[in-house]
Nanobody, 128 residues
Framework: QVQLVESGGGLVQAGGSLRLSCATS????????MGWFRQPPGKEREFVAS????????LYHMSVRGRFTISRDNAKNTVYLQMDSLKPEDTAVYYC?????????????????????WGQGTQVTVSS
């Protein structure tokens, strides 16, 4: 069974930074698209960022564009989410996800249906 373990969450003041990490047990990690999602308190889970395996193309939710950066280290089987200029509205549980093997690796995906494996989530709280 594929495992994903997020880390790096915590409490930070507005304007601060955090870097989330997601380590996976999937040995062929380098073959898959990756994504980050979040679930704010009392709301549905939403897309944050995604990264296409082959092209390296990225896609971001408009609310985080210019502040967040998704990246990966295939040697470490790890995907990252660098979060800068954090705002209170970024408070949420953040989840990483591995894309479906059947999907093309040329474009990044937004919809949850394009992701097969999910981490347990890590809490990010931004105080004002």
């Amino acid at each position: 069974q594929v495992q994903l373990v997020e880390s790096g969450g915590g409490l930070v003041q507005a304007g601060g930074s955090l870097r989330l990490s997601c380590a996976t047990s999937l040995l062929t990690f380098s073959n898959y698209n990756m994504g980050w999602f979040r679930q704010p308190p009392g709301k549905e889970r939403e897309f944050v960022a995604s990264l296409a395996r082959r092209t390296g193309r990225t896609l971001y939710h408009m609310s985080v564009r210019g502040r967040f950066t998704i990246s990966r280290d295939n040697a470490k089987n790890t995907v990252y989410l660098q979060m800068d200029s954090l705002k209170p509205e970024d408070t949420a549980v953040y989840y990483c996800a591995i894309g479906r093997a059947a999907d093309t690796d040329i474009v990044p995906y937004v919809a949850e249906a394009h992701y097969d494996y999910w981490g347990q989530g890590t809490q990010v709280t931004v105080s004002s």
